[in-house]
Structure formats: structure tokens, C-alpha cells
């Protein structure tokens, strides 16, 4: 069992919803992360937030927003999305940015743009 | 030539053989390697940190060389349940972000 969890499981939406992805970690981490994996590809990082402070934004289109509401939560609104923004969203976590500590991932948000 | 590269695959193999793949990167400066699993549909779960001594569990080896910028993963007597993606991944130091590499698909067939 994974010790991030990411709800919801599954997101079907229209491109003009606004719908929120949620990541939680209990282990005491300080660096979270947002992945985006299409079918077949590997996970292409999105987002660092390094002690609930944004450290990395890889170019993602605004339409995508991250929050970190505290140490253990991590969330990523979406607004306006597109069909090829449909994946799956990752979320990850780590003991210290400043480290070379693995990261831990959640099982992951399938989102569906309709 | 992109920074983390694998052999896609697909490994076809035997229950029991002995399987290794490699993984090159091209940023000379990283400093932390991993490798990954990721059954279908799921996410990617971690297998080994991968040192510069290299490091054994149980049925796996990792190794790094420096020199050549390549890791791999040594899988011996190999399980049906071993099939899956292995995903290499490195750390670049930079805010701890890792690039993965394309993995490599691993069959185990009885």
C-alpha cells in the first residue's frame, strides 16, 4: 500500500469544469511533487514544492495550478483543460528537496478530458 | 539524445533466467539513481536506490558506473510476477528533480 494517497482514483471532465486532484503524505516529507504519465511514456515532472513553497514550475500551462495548504497536502486545480491534457497525474513525495532521498509516489489520478 | 535512456524492450524470458538492462544518462554532474517498477495502470513504485558500491536485494543487483554514465539492474532467477516496466531515474540535484527514462518492459513467461 502506497503511504501518499491521491483522490480521486478516477476524473472524467469537460474542458470547461473546474475540478481539483488531492495528494496527501503522512511520513513528515517536505518536497512534494506533480507527474504527468501518458500511456506508454514515463512520468514528465510538472511541479516541486519545497517546504510548502513552490520551487519548480517545468513550464506548465496555466490551466494547471498547483497549492500546497500545508506540509502534508499537496493539491492541483485544473481549469479549462484540453483533451491531451488527459493522463495520469502522479503525485510524489520526498524526505528533503535538499537531498538525493527516492521519492514515493500515490496511485495516481486517471483524468479523462471529455 | 535525451538525458535518461533505456532499451525499450520487451524482454522476453523464462521463469528462472537471469535478466540485466541498462540505463545511460547523459548529465555527468547527477548525483542520485534509482530504478522503478510500474505494473499496467499503476503507479511507479521504487525498487532500488542504486549506489556507487552498487547494492544487492535479494533477487537484484544495481550497479553505477560513472565513468560510462550508465546504471543497471541484474534480475536473477526470474518470477511471473517480475513482469513489469522498469524505470530508471535520475537525480540531478537540481531541487531534487528526476528524470526517468523511457523504461524497459520486462515479460516473464512460464
Redesign the interface.
Known amino acids: 500500500d502506497t503511504e501518499v494517497t491521491q483522490t480521486p482514483k478516477h476524473l472524467v471532465m469537460g474542458m470547461t469544469n473546474k475540478k481539483s486532484l488531492k495528494c496527501e503524505q503522512h511520513m513528515g516529507h517536505r518536497a512534494m511533487y506533480w507527474y504527468k504519465q501518458k500511456a506508454k511514456k514515463p512520468p514528465e515532472l510538472m511541479f516541486v514544492y519545497s517546504y510548502e513553497k513552490l520551487s519548480i514550475n517545468e513550464s506548465v500551462p496555466s490551466r494547471f495550478s498547483p497549492e500546497c495548504p500545508n506540509s502534508s497536502l499537496l493539491n492541483l486545480h485544473l481549469h479549462a483543460l484540453q483533451p491531451e491534457d488527459s493522463a495520469l497525474y502522479l503525485c510524489a513525495s520526498s524526505q528533503d528537496p535538499a537531498s538525493n532521498q527516492p521519492q514515493h509516489f500515490g496511485d495516481g489520478t486517471r483524468l479523462s478530458i471529455l | 539524445r535525451k538525458e535518461v535512456e533505456q532499451d525499450p524492450g520487451p524482454f522476453n524470458v523464462p521463469e528462472g533466467a537471469t535478466v540485466a538492462f541498462n540505463c545511460t544518462y547523459s548529465n555527468s554532474a547527477s548525483?542520485?539513481f534509482?530504478w522503478y517498477r510500474q505494473d499496467c495502470?499503476?503507479?511507479?513504485?521504487?525498487l532500488m536506490?542504486v549506489y556507487s558500491s552498487g547494492n544487492e536485494d535479494g533477487r537484484f543487483t544495481a550497479q553505477l558506473n560513472r565513468a560510462s554514465q550508465y546504471i543497471s539492474l541484474l534480475i536473477r532467477d526470474s518470477k511471473l510476477s517480475d513482469s513489469a516496466t522498469y524505470?530508471c531515474?535520475v537525480?540531478n540535484?537540481a531541487?531534487?528533480?528526476?528524470?526517468?527514462?523511457?523504461?524497459t518492459r520486462l515479460m516473464v513467461k512460464p
Not at chain 2, 41 to 46: Q, T
Not at chain 2, 96 to 101: A, K
Request: net charge positive; charged share 15%; no cysteine.
Open positions: 548525483q542520485s534509482f495502470r499503476k503507479e511507479p513504485k521504487l536506490s524505470l531515474a537525480n540535484n531541487g531534487n528533480m528526476l528524470t526517468f527514462g523511457g523504461g
